[in-house]
């Protein structure tokens, strides 16, 4: 039985944790392709055994967190938001301040502290104790066991301290209520900076909750985009939102796609165009056709790339996870011989001892350390995608951090790809329009640049009609054909000729009929992203399956020396070859014909559109042709790994400095407990900034 792949909408996940305990849990349960979001509270696998799954959800759900159908409609009850915890325990513990601020004697009152702190240690109790004990449960100890243990520490002495009536030196109630409080308060911020992280794929997925127009016999019929399928005939009106993938059968309009492509120059489409869904009508109306719908759209599919990649680990993470794995034990062994020594070695007494190891567990932080990739890529990410660039995991940021060589293919890329036909000469005994129509009829049926160059350039010229029986195109080669005669067809990469001004040829029973002159143009804004490669250290090098001399001829004009030209698509992987073994190499093609040197390059970028063959083949798509996207998305990435490793690095310092200042007892457990509470935030926001931050 084939292997499908189950989706699961799991909350009360709130750090990465969490996120490596169901993992763990998964992996021991020997499922395939587990994938676990903590941000996006999904979590993914792959079985053949659909049988397992209530088992699974079962075992999810035994370590504290909650399987629901749909997020977005999954109300959480009012008790156990964490914004109304977090209200209830101050309403508790502001009064247990104030007995230290001013001199009200009821305050004062052990009974009187012990109600007050009652009810928040509770909420403490459900809260972290509930998340601690699923965490240790997992096999993953959580922050929540650090705080659970020197919450109630500090409860337990204090109710020592009261039924023994020991004196006001022995009561810390508003200790143990404060450190729940303020840790809570960290929560509420932390959940409210991480939901931030998600937005670029937040604000896609809104794109998908639209209305259609679904054309009926009677007139229009209003639905829901999600039920749209295959086939419906769909009308879209200006300022409407185009549903799902189609092509257009009437009408012309106007479309912004700046949310696939992230260039905001409107679009015109007329019949016979392909829309995307998602995209907006500025200016016109379109009766349009549905061929991609649900999870085959572009928009699905995009959104499914972006939550894998935000889910992807890129290797700077694993010290992270590694630490944060053994830091709550490491933790509690050092608090335990903090206590041990302050008690029997400074004669500090058993109170001082006792708030020194408690002041040790609230103010570490294993959180930030889990928080300092995975946001940090999200929010990379999505500031990607918002300019049209889908990269495919945070594996790939890592990789292009010390890039050596570029590698572009010519056509389409460096060049615009638009091709005019610059001559056609017939060898003799051929006849020219005859000639013609061979090449429109087989060129029809390619979607490649030059094929859809060739058949407009025709369009308007006489030519004799051919019918093809078949047609087969081999990548990087050419077209073969045959028609209803029988005759055998090859059009493709002129290599056998001596006249380097022709660049394709036509074959017709293996007999040279005829050779094409084609010419293109470099892209305006070429030369200067080769020459910012150059500057940043990076060697561009030119790999084609073009002439030779035509190569040159593009190479000097931007200012390239390593050309590598007339190579099939095996030869290409060769060249590719050759430069991974000195150094991190780029390729960047155009997703089609150059689909194996992207797969074998460190990274594979796609100047095209979100085709199929180029979300396969690449890990990074660039939405737009402009070729500053690949300037942008080296930026972006250089900065994003910058953040991971200024988050990283203030998660290690902090607890390396934290640790030790609490464990000689200069901090005091309710000043610890604020430092933990904002470490996290301190981590995510930075990660933040990277929304906003200018990068070059």
């Known amino acids: 039985m084939a292997e499908q792949l189950v989706e699961l909408n799991v909350t009360g996940m709130h750090c ?100 007050l702190c009652l009810p928040v240690f509770l909420v403490g109790c459900l809260h972290f104790g509930k998340s601690a004990y699923s965490s240790i449960k997992g096999g993953v100890p959580n922050m929540d066991v650090l705080i659970f243990i020197g919450s109630t520490s500090a409860f337990v002495y204090s109710v020592v301290g009261t039924v023994q009536n020991l004196g006001g030196h022995y009561l810390f109630y508003e200790t143990c209520a404060t450190i729940i409080t303020l840790v809570l308060l960290g929560n509420v911020l932390e959940k409210r900076s991480v939901n931030q992280t998600t937005s670029a794929v937040k604000d896609l997925m809104k794109f998908q909750q639209v209305n259609a127009n679904r054309v009926i016999k009677d007139g229009i019929e209003v ?60 200016e016109g109306n379109i009766k349009i056709m549905a061929t991609k719908v649900g999870s085959n759209s572009t928009l699905s599919q995009i959104i499914d790339l972006m939550k894998k990649a935000q889910a992807a680990k890129p290797p700077v993470q694993k010290l992270g996870d590694k630490v944060a794995s053994i830091f709550v034990p490491v933790v509690i062994l050092i608090a335990l011989l903090t206590f041990v020594i302050t008690y029997f070695a400074t004669n500090a007494g058993l109170q001082n ?76 005994g051929q006849d020219l329009e005859s000639i013609r129509g061979a090449i429109t009829a087989i060129e029809e049926r390619s979607n490649h640049p030059i094929a859809k160059s060739l058949v407009a350039g025709l369009s308007s010229l006489p030519k004799q009609k051919v019918i093809l029986r078949s047609v087969a195109e081999e990548k990087g080669l050419g077209m073969r054909a045959e028609d209803v005669e029988g005759n055998n067809y090859f059009l493709g990469t002129a290599k056998l000729t001596t006249d380097d001004n022709y660049n394709l040829s036509l074959y017709k029973n293996q007999v040279l009929v005829a050779q094409i002159a084609i010419e293109d143009t470099i892209k ?35 200012g390239i020396t390593d050309v ?10 060769s060249v590719v070859d050759i430069y991974r073994k000195k150094g991190k190499t780029i390729m960047i093609g155009d997703g089609i014909n150059d689909a194996p040197a992207l797969t074998q390059a460190d990274v594979g970028v796609s100047m095209n559109d979100a085709s199929h063959i180029a979300i396969q083949s690449a890990k990074v798509i660039l939405l737009n042709t402009d070729l500053q996207s690949v300037v942008k998305f080296l930026q972006i990435s250089r900065h994003t790994l910058l953040t991971i490793k200024q988050n990283l690095f203030w998660a290690f310092a902090y607890n390396i400095i934290a640790i030790p200042v609490a464990a000689f007892g200069f901090l005091n457990p309710m000043v610890g407990a604020l430092a933990m509470a904002f470490s996290d935030v301190i981590v995510i926001g930075n990660s933040l900034r990277l929304k906003v931050k200018k990068i070059s």
């Open 16 to 115: 990465n944790n969490c996120a490596m305990s169901i993992h763990k849990l998964l992996e021991k349960k020997g499922l395939q392709n587990v994938l676990v979001s903590f941000a996006s509270e999904e979590v993914k696998f792959s079985t053949a055994d659909q049988s397992i799954l209530p088992g699974i959800i079962n075992d999810i759900e035994n370590l504290g967190f909650h399987v629901v159908d749909d997020i977005d409609t999954h109300k959480t009850p009012f008790y156990d938001k964490v914004e109304n915890k977090f209200i209830f325990c101050a309403l508790f513990t502001a009064p247990l301040l104030l007995h230290m601020l001013f001199p009200w004697h009821f305050l004062h009152n052990p009974i009187v502290q012990l109600l």
């Open 524 to 558: 305006p804004d070429a030369a200067s992203l080769i020459a910012q490669l150059k500057k940043a250290g990076i060697k561009p090098v030119l790999l084609s399956g073009d002439k030779a001399s035509r190569c040159a001829s593009v190479a000097k004009t931007l």
């Open 223 to 282: 639905i829901s985009a999600k039920d749209v399928l295959a086939g419906d005939i769909l009308l879209v009106n200006e300022g409407g939102q185009v549903p799902v993938d189609g092509e257009v059968l009437s009408g012309e309009a106007s479309l912004n796609e700046a949310m696939i492509t992230g260039e905001s120059i409107p679009v015109q489409k007329k019949k016979y165009d392909t829309v995307i869904g998602g995209t907006i009508v500025q």
């Open 564 to 573: 590598h030209a007339e190579k099939l698509p095996d030869e290409k992987l």
């Open 353 to 428: 001892s006792m708030m020194h190891a408690i002041a040790v567990l609230v103010i570490s932080c294993p959180c930030a350390m889990g928080l300092a990739t995975p946001t940090a890529v999200m929010v990379g990410l999505g500031r990607a995608a918002k300019n049209g660039i889908l990269i495919k995991g945070g594996d790939t940021i890592e990789a292009v951090a010390n890039t050596k060589f570029v590698i572009f293919d010519k056509t389409g890329t460096l060049t615009t790809g638009k091709f005019s036909i610059k001559d056609i000469k017939v060898e003799d």
